[in-house]
């Protein structure tokens, strides 16, 4: 879409750091040296898919756009019906998007129409083939009649006068060679239609070897960009086609193609099984559903802007350690499953989730991990436990990164209110941090204690404590006098937070620290690279258990 363009130092400056438009993109994909690709998608989900895959544009297809709708390629779906697909398409993407636009949908008039709107909708390009309306697919019939080259050429420049951002793309597509009329009818439109101010030549075959394309590619000459179309000869090998200088090939129905043959192979199993059981784990997960569609970022706005309403947040629960300290307690089960008045540890700590909203709990296990057999959780094996650490465990659960959540130590106990002041923070990733931590731990036993030192000391006057803190180090070797506060191994990761420990806990992986690494040395990575890290304080109202002494105390707190 055209970008409002604002005179002076202030509209210079948008220039200089305004992205490029989608156009431009497409733009520099029809010119570059390289050959570029665009891979045809039909609706918002397919060109997500499209765009997750790496391909740098996509070809809003004529044939797949209707065929998903149920009509032929005939120009059964009215032009607004595909322009409303292609909005879905161009919001849900990045990438440019190259539209089939068949004919145009009528003369010079109509087309000067599509091309304002697939500017205001932000597509790239638009692909207008010479023939006539309503059109016919290319792959039907014989001898197709062509349009009158003046009356094209016309069309084109109605197009390339409407079109309102200067880099969109108009891209003449020659059905002389698919209709039988010859090489040379197609160079004269070829020459014609660059005249008339086409951006690209897509010039178009159904024969199964690239030889007429070969050909017309010789003669043609790099006069202008020359886009192709390889349903039929797609044996082509990708050098013979860069080879010939051609500058984009399109892939043109294969999503589509694939689509339906996935389609009819599950409704036929399902219909023959009476059953879901067969092809369950062969689907794509309703996971990924949500995670295609951006269900996480919902969540987050929800938080931010509902105020009130709470996302579905899932908790990852970090158990995988024994517990030595507790000796014998912990000889046929980790620490989380210790009995605490009559229930173990974890069974209270889930309880507590659960009855916060956090229903879906992913308890990474490790040691003795049959004895973690609570029915409401979901469980992640960390078998390499005994030589690695809390990161690594974590990176067991990347997969539950995906979306905001909460981290948890798996032998703490807390308060709840403590949990739900961190589900309404703000921020994408917020500790909970007990200012009273230094001073509990003084005089106990030598252990490691997760010291957190914060932008500002706890207040205890209510109003002040409501203005963010911030994290500034986070180690267990900090001096307790030096230190705010102990991080009581909770924390709150928003959609964006949990990406940020997932890319860290890949990029550790990458240096080969991950297996020794703890949690902290993930935030302290974080902080490092300048990630803001916010603290809630709390007062007390929570403990860890990792010896007898604790566990006493766990039995009083409840
Ligand atoms: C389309 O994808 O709709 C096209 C390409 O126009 S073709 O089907 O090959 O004509
Ligand atoms: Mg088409």
């Given at each position: 879409m055209t970008k409002a363009r604002i005179i002076g130092p202030v509209g210079e400056m948008q220039a200089r750091f305004a992205p490029p438009s989608k156009a431009a993109m497409l733009r520099a994909l029809l010119y570059s040296p390289e050959l570029s690709y665009l891979m045809e998608a039909h609706d918002g989900l397919?060109?997500?898919?499209?765009?997750?895959?790496?391909?740098?544009?996509?070809?809003?297809?004529?044939?797949?756009?209707?065929?998903?709708l149920g009509v032929r390629d005939s120009n059964e779906a009215s032009w607004t019906q595909v322009i409303e697909v292609l909005e879905f398409m161009s919001d849900a993407t990045t990438i440019p998007i190259l539209v089939d636009g068949d004919t145009g949908y009528g003369n010079f008039n109509n087309m000067r129409r599509l091309v304002k709107k697939l500017c205001q909708r932000g597509i790239a390009g638009v692909c207008i083939e010479d023939k006539l309306f309503p059109k016919t697919n290319s792959f039907l019939g014989e001898g197709q009649p062509l349009a009158d080259i003046g009356e094209f050429c016309g069309k084109i420049k109605a197009g390339k006068d409407s079109q309102t951002d200067e880099d969109f793309c108009l891209v003449a597509r020659i059905e002389a060679l698919v209709g039988g009329w010859g090489l040379d009818e197609a160079l004269k439109r070829a020459e014609a239609y660059r005249d008339a101010g086409a951006d690209a030549i897509l010039v178009h075959s159904k024969k199964s070897t690239a030889d007429e394309i070969l050909a017309f590619m010789r003669e043609w000459d790099a006069r202008c960009p020359?886009?192709?179309?390889?349903?039929?000869?797609?044996?082509?090998?990708?050098?013979?086609?860069?080879?010939?200088?051609?500058?984009?090939?399109?892939?043109a129905n294969h999503n589509l193609r694939a689509a339906i043959s996935?389609?009819?192979?599950?409704?036929?199993?399902?219909?023959?099984?009476?059953?879901?059981?067969?092809?369950e784990g062969e689907i794509a997960s309703l996971e990924e559903v949500f995670r295609l569609t951006g269900n996480?970022?919902?969540?987050?706005?929800?938080?931010?802007?509902?105020?009130?309403?709470?996302?579905?947040?899932?908790?990852?629960?970090?158990?995988?350690?024994?517990?030595?300290n507790l000796g014998a307690l912990t000889q046929d089960r980790p620490k989380c499953m210790i009995d605490v008045r009559g229930r173990p540890l974890l069974r209270r700590l889930v309880s507590t989730f659960k009855k916060s909203g956090v229903r879906d709990v992913a308890v990474v296990r490790g040691y003795k991990k049959e004895a973690i057999d609570l029915p409401s959780i979901r469980t992640v094996d960390n078998d390499d436990y005994a030589t690695t650490g809390e990161a690594a465990s974590l990176a067991c659960a990347a997969s539950y990164l995906e979306q905001g959540c909460v981290l948890s130590y798996g032998d703490i106990l807390?308060?709840?209110?403590i949990l739900d002041a961190l589900l309404s923070a703000r921020g994408d990733i917020v500790l909970a941090v007990d200012?009273?931590?230094?001073?509990?731990r003084r005089g106990r036993a030598e252990r490691a204690v997760d010291f957190a030192a914060c932008s500002r000391r706890f207040t205890g006057n209510y109003l002040l404590e409501k203005e963010p803190?911030?994290?500034?180090?986070?180690?267990?070797?900090?001096?307790?006098d030096a230190a705010d506060g102990e991080w009581i191994g909770l924390a709150r990761l928003s959609a964006r937070g949990a990406g940020l420990v997932r890319a860290e806990i890949e990029a550790m992986e990458t240096e080969g620290v991950l297996a020794e690494a703890s949690l902290l040395d993930i935030f302290a990575r974080l902080l490092a690279k300048g990630e803001r890290i916010d603290v809630i304080y709390i007062a007390g109202n929570w403990l860890d258990v990792d010896d007898v002494f604790d566990l006493a105390e766990a039995r009083n707190f409840l």
């Open positions: 397919s060109a997500k898919i499209v765009e997750e895959s790496g391909f740098k544009g996509i070809w809003a297809s004529g044939l797949s756009i209707s065929a998903a020359v886009v192709i179309v390889p349903t039929m000869f797609y044996q082509t090998p990708a050098k013979v086609l860069r080879g010939a200088g051609v500058s984009t090939v399109i892939w996935a389609m009819q192979d599950v409704c036929r199993r399902i219909q023959g099984d009476q059953s879901l059981v067969g092809v996480s970022e919902l969540a987050d706005a929800e938080r931010r802007y509902a105020g009130t309403a709470r996302e579905t947040v899932r908790a990852i629960v970090i158990a995988a350690s024994r517990g030595e807390f308060r709840r209110y200012a009273l931590g230094a001073d509990r803190v911030q994290l500034t180090r986070i180690a267990d070797d900090i001096e307790p």
